[in-house]
Structure formats: C-alpha cells, structure tokens
C-alpha cells in the first residue's frame, strides 16, 4: 500500500492564483481531512469528509473548497490564492471517525508571493 | 470550542534521560488524546493514544496519563534516543465537535543530546 500521497511536493503560487491540491489514499478509509500546518500553531483542520459525496467544515475553511467524488480521492482547491494561504498542507485518511488513528500524507509546502 | 495548550514548545535532553510534555484541554466532553510524533519533513505519525475511560497507557518506552478532573494529559519518554529527536503533537478529540474533528496542541520540538 502507497498508503496516503500528496502531489505537488513543493508549489509557488501568485496572489490570486488558483490551484488544486492533491490527495490519495489506497487504504480504503471513510474518512478523510485535509490540515495546515503554521509555525506555532500545531496543525488545524481545515475540510473533512465521511464518506463519498459528503463534506464539512473544519476550523479554518475560508478560501478553500473541496468535493469527495470518490472515496480515494479528497482534492482541496484554493480559489483565489493569498499570502495567509502560505503552509504546509497535510491530508490525512481514517478508518472511522476523529477518535481513530489519522494516517498523514508527506504534505504539500505551499507558498504564495 | 475545545482549545488545546502543550507545553514547554522545546524539550532538550541528553541521550537516556526522560522526557515528559504536557497537554491541557478546555472541552471536558473530550473522548479521545492522541499522540504524533512528526520527523523532519514527513508527515505526523500516531504513537501513542489514549480515551476518556483509562488513566494511563504504556507503549516500551512510551506512556501517556490522562487526569480528567484537571483536565490534562502527559506524554513520557524513558530512556530517550537520538531517534526520538522530532517534534511531538498531543490532540484532543471534542465530543460534539464534529466526526472527524480533531484539535491540536501547537507542538513541541524535542532535541536529544548524544
């Protein structure tokens, strides 16, 4: 199992650019969310979602969107691209629910000049 | 909404000694406290976890304690490595915040000395 893969590695964006992130998993898991992670700030939870076609709000949404059309995939979209977008963004995959292990993807490093 | 402190935000100890973080957490309807441990330029990996009905929970070298009436929870490392050198997260899971919902401390960076 590849487990959970994130592509591109590393992206420099302009502001007001737009672009998708994008994340795999092939353990067959539910659950999948997507994080950003800033320097002092831990990680926080941006999207989640249960299940095929279904998704919520994490902590931090604004400016991003996404869809769960299949369960392995859980792209995350940014509309319009501003300097406070520049982390690293983290996807992670679970079989159940936020109270069973989060498997993480290596994560994008996204920076926006 | 469930907020969760970590301290101290860096740990640096010489090679076999013990290393101890700690967690505080706001929502006392949190159920679940895991912990990652995030190397240089990977992604977090769960080491350890522990849920509202147990006390404490060891793992080789690992252990976590849980205090629900105060409301925090630890992290201990004996007999500390090189290879433990990473930064730890702890991260609580709100009852009625969400499925999927988990909250994270801000991290500790852990530096062991050789």
């Known amino acids: 199992n590849a487990g959970v893969t994130q592509t591109p590695k590393f992206q420099v964006l302009k502001t007001g650019q737009s672009m998708t992130l994008q994340c795999a998993q092939d353990?067959?898991?539910?659950?999948m969310s997507w994080y950003r992670q800033d320097p002092g700030m831990g990680l926080r939870l941006i999207h989640y979602?249960?299940?095929?076609?279904?998704?919520d709000q994490g902590e931090v949404p604004n400016g991003y969107n996404v869809s769960r059309s299949t369960t392995e995939d859980f792209p995350l979209r940014l509309l319009s691209a501003a300097p406070s977008q520049t982390s690293v963004y983290f996807c992670?995959?679970?079989?159940?629910?936020?109270?069973?292990?989060?498997?993480f993807g290596p994560g994008t490093r996204l920076t926006v000049t | 909404g469930e907020n969760v402190e970590q301290h101290p935000s860096t740990l640096s100890v010489q090679e076999g000694d013990s290393a101890v973080i700690k967690c505080t957490y706001s929502?006392?309807?949190?159920?679940?406290f895991p912990w990652y441990k995030q190397e240089l330029g990977k992604g977090p990996q769960l080491i350890i976890d522990?849920?509202?009905?147990?006390g404490e929970k060891k793992d080789q070298r690992i252990a976590v304690t849980l205090n629900k009436t105060a409301k925090h929870f630890s992290l201990h490392i004996t007999e500390t490595q090189p290879e433990d050198s990473a930064v730890y997260f702890c991260?609580?899971?709100?009852?009625?915040?969400?499925?999927?919902?988990?909250?994270f401390g801000a991290g500790t960076r852990l530096a062991v000395h050789p």
């Open positions: 522990i849920r509202s009905n147990v």
């Open positions: 992670a995959s679970n079989l159940q629910g936020g109270d069973y292990e989060q498997y």
């Open positions: 929502d006392s309807a949190s159920n679940y």
């Open positions: 979602s249960v299940g095929a076609g279904i998704t």
């Open positions: 353990m067959n898991h539910e659950y």
């Open positions: 991260a609580a899971h709100p009852f009625s915040g969400g499925y999927n919902k988990l909250i």
